[in-house]
């Protein structure tokens, strides 16, 4: 699925956050944990799950497209260092997760056999996402997913009826003039 610009046009997006990663080893994991404290801002734990896996799928991707580094780098190497985005946009009724990557090589969808270890993360993208794509940019390209946000559960609870009886017993009210007595005996012990 090809899409020549961004999924969302600018005036749309009601807030966002963005990270850079170098493409190393952890930055899947630390793309998880971005997305986790971003959803949880933004009060969107309900795509928390999903987020999670399309967010690792596509920065695993822009990790392996940019080129994994090897080895530490030197101070004066930084500046040049190619790194991987991850951009979480939140629209009117959804979430779109973008990973930025080094690559002009656009990334395809696999079928894969049963006992293939890698290639199916693209098809989880698609079966979990509302849609999916990618697009250009100057030196690379971004793909992207949108998930919609369902509305959060209501945490009130319920209202009681009264139904005119109670299968509890009678109310009894404490005797207060007892209370001085309780607490001199505990102040004993």
Same mark, same amino acid.
């Given at each position: 699925?090809?899409?020549?610009?961004?999924?969302?046009?600018?005036?749309?997006?009601?807030?966002?956050?963005?990270?850079?990663?170098?493409?190393?080893?952890?930055?899947?994991?630390?793309?998880?944990?971005?997305?986790?404290?971003?959803?949880?801002?933004?009060?969107?734990?309900?795509?928390?799950?999903?987020?999670?896996?399309?967010?690792?799928?596509?920065?695993?991707?822009?990790?392996?497209?940019?080129?994994?580094?090897? %080895?530490?780098? +030197? $101070? &004066? @190497? #930084?500046?040049?260092?190619?790194?991987?985005?991850?951009?979480?946009?939140?629209?009117?009724?959804?979430?779109?997760?973008?990973?930025?990557?080094?690559?002009?090589?656009?990334?395809?969808?696999?079928?894969?056999?049963?006992?293939?270890?890698?290639?199916?993360?693209?098809?989880?993208?698609?079966?979990?996402?509302?849609?999916?794509?990618?697009?250009?940019?100057?030196? %690379?390209?971004? +793909? $992207? &997913? @949108? #998930?919609?946000?369902?509305?959060?559960?209501?945490?009130?609870?319920?209202?009681?009826?009264?139904?005119?009886?109670?299968?509890?017993?009678?109310?009894?009210?404490?005797?207060?003039?007892?209370?001085?007595?309780?607490?001199?005996?505990?102040?004993?012990?």
């Amino acid at each position: 699925m090809m899409c020549p610009q961004a999924p969302y046009r600018p005036e749309n997006v009601r807030f966002f956050d963005q990270l850079s990663l170098a493409p190393v080893d952890s930055a899947a994991s630390v793309s998880r944990r971005f997305l986790r404290l971003a959803l949880s801002k933004w009060q969107a734990a309900s795509i928390e799950d999903d987020a999670l896996l399309i967010g690792s799928e596509l920065v695993t991707n822009a990790v392996a497209a940019t080129g994994m580094l090897a %080895g530490d780098l +030197a $101070w &004066a @190497e #930084l500046g040049e260092l190619n790194v991987c985005h991850m951009r979480l946009v939140g629209l009117e009724d959804s979430v779109v997760i973008e990973a930025w990557d080094a690559s002009d090589e656009l990334p395809t969808l696999k079928h894969v056999g049963d006992d293939a270890e890698h290639g199916r993360g693209l098809l989880l993208v698609q079966q979990l996402a509302k849609r999916w794509g990618f697009y250009r940019v100057e030196g %690379g390209k971004v +793909a $992207w &997913a @949108e #998930l919609e946000v369902r509305p959060p559960r209501s945490t009130a609870r319920p209202e009681r009826r009264n139904a005119g009886c109670s299968a509890v017993g009678p109310v009894i009210q404490p005797d207060i003039g007892d209370l001085p007595c309780a607490l001199t005996g505990l102040e004993r012990v």
